[in-house]
């Protein structure tokens, strides 16, 4: 592959991570989650019908994290899916995976800057929304280009105090559990309901595969990656379960959807179910939304992390300008991938359009889950002397299931997001256009005149 190899001479990525700290960071990338966006879910399916999508959801990441993981242990570059789907699949397909993880990864931080930006600004009224979430991204590059372990530590730091806090509110919401409270209007719209869910489900966890992402960096990948991975997600499990049970279980799933009879629906569920208890005022309302500000930094400095490596890899393979794919000299770190990704997330974020950018980043999701697991079977087939570190369990059952749930996922958003889904695959389809024409001709002419006359490599 054209590039693929780093030159020797050139800086390389620091390996500095260790197991806590791929934790933190797999947590972090997915526990804004928890705290804004899926009650939206409830709209659509009521308790029983998000109940069911969340289950749904729920297996598909446990499958697919543990086959995913094979995949990471197995090829521990910083590009992820890119790079497995372009060993088992090909260059083509290989470039459709990787543009599906930047737009995951690109797409879901101005979603959540929109959130940290209208978090501050109840605190601070007189400064506007989208200057608190522009500076925000500022912040965390600077900070993510600083250096990979003062980032990840700072990571590990916020995301304890966002787990802290989701296991607070439990603590403070399940002596008001009434069982009652979760029949009230349980299935309003029937299994059509369900579908609808799946989206707000799959936000509940999106964001996890990014682990994948830092393997460059991690001390001892081909072990290492399988605790952080595994550890993540049972956190992630546990804490999505608490979080769901516990807020709807106050009042019912209407209350933390809706502020007042007749209001559009809230992105803040926890407060609101919390206000059923303390009101809006009160020592424990006031903590939840200072330290549940936590949890919204948490993901969108972790995925800013992540976007930065999957960008990165484009750029040392040279699909994209070879410059995104440079590793800065004194600091180590993707600084240039760092700072495109934040051109493009504020472009993205000034459109003020966020459901529609999260409705992308889940698309890009989707695809990614895809793709990957076919690359699993596929590489158990074409490379079964590969090393293998890790072997996913019960195989070839959980890529299988993790593939299947993937497609009804995607039929799902497709159904539900007919436009934004034209869109998705609009991009994809310009995208390999571009690098069939451009990049690939040009690369495949290169090879052609190194077969013909070594010496053309000066």
Known sequence: MPGSQANESSPHLSRSLGPLMLWG????????????????????????????ATLMIILLYVTFIFSYTELAC???????????????????????????????????????????????????PQVPVHVIAVSAYFVFTILNIAGVRAAATFELVITLFAVFELLLFAGITLPHFEIANLRQNAFPN???????????????????????NVAEETINPQKTILKGFSSALITLVILCILVFISSIGVAGWEAIVYPSRGATPSDSPLPLAMSEITGNSGLFYHLLISIGLMGLVASFHGI???????????????????????????FRTPANALVANMIIGILALLTGKTAEIITLACFGAVT???????????????????????????????PIVALVLSVICMIAMCTLYKKLSLIYFGILVVSYVWFHLFVKRKSDGQ????????????
């Open 25 to 52: 960071l797999g947590v972090g990338y997915v526990i804004s989650g928890m705290y804004f966006g899926w009650n939206l879910g409830l709209a659509e399916g009521g308790t029983l019908g998000l109940a069911i």
């Open 74 to 124: 197995s090829i521990p570059r910083a590009g992820g899916v890119f790079d497995y789907a372009t060993r088992a699949l090909g260059r083509d397909l290989g470039f459709v995976a990787g543009m599906a993880q930047i737009i995951e990864f690109v797409f879901a931080p101005p979603a959540i800057a929109a959130a940290i930006g209208a978090y501050f600004h109840i605190f601070f």
């Open 190 to 212: 029937g299994w059509t309901g369900v579908w609808a869910s799946i989206p707000f489900a799959i936000w509940f966890f999106l964001g996890l595969e990014g682990v994948a």
């Open 304 to 330: 800013i992390l992540a976007a930065g490596r999957a960008t990165f890899e484009f750029g040392r393979v040279k699909y994209i300008p070879s410059a995104l794919g440079k590793v800065n000299a004194r």
């Open 368 to 398: 990614l889950y895809l793709l990957s697991m076919i690359s699993v079977l596929l590489l158990r087939k074409k490379e079964p002397q590969l090393d293998r570190p890790f072997k996913v369990p019960l195989y070839p059952v959980f």
């Open 447 to 458: 090879e052609k005149i190194l077969r013909r006359d070594p010496a053309a490599t000066g």
